[in-house]
């Protein structure tokens, strides 16, 4: 799932460039918008560990809401970091 949505982030920013001129390579959307979304592919199994262990909607709810700020933090800054490095063509 994580890859599709990786994979669809990177063809959309590769097919719609931002300003006429400024198109990138396939290979740096891919790098740029797919990575970030392999956060997913580790956070998602945390979720859910985390559901089935703490069963209390009282529990798990504040736990959710910790673990989703992380990922989403996490995924923000390799957002802007792969996004720098791949129109600089860093790797």
Not at 57 to 66: D, K, M, Q
């Amino acid at each position: 799932m994580c890859t599709v949505a990786g994979l669809l982030a990177a063809w959309q920013i590769y097919a719609l460039p931002r300003v006429p001129g400024d198109e990138l390579s396939f290979g740096q959307a891919l790098r740029w918008r797919y990575l970030p979304w392999q956060v997913w592919v580790f956070g998602m199994p945390l979720i859910g560990l985390v559901r089935r262990r703490f069963a209390s909607l009282v529990a798990s709810v504040p736990l959710h809401i910790v673990m989703y700020a992380a990922i989403t933090v996490t995924n923000t800054v390799l957002i802007y970091t792969c996004g720098s490095l791949a129109e600089s063509d860093g790797f």
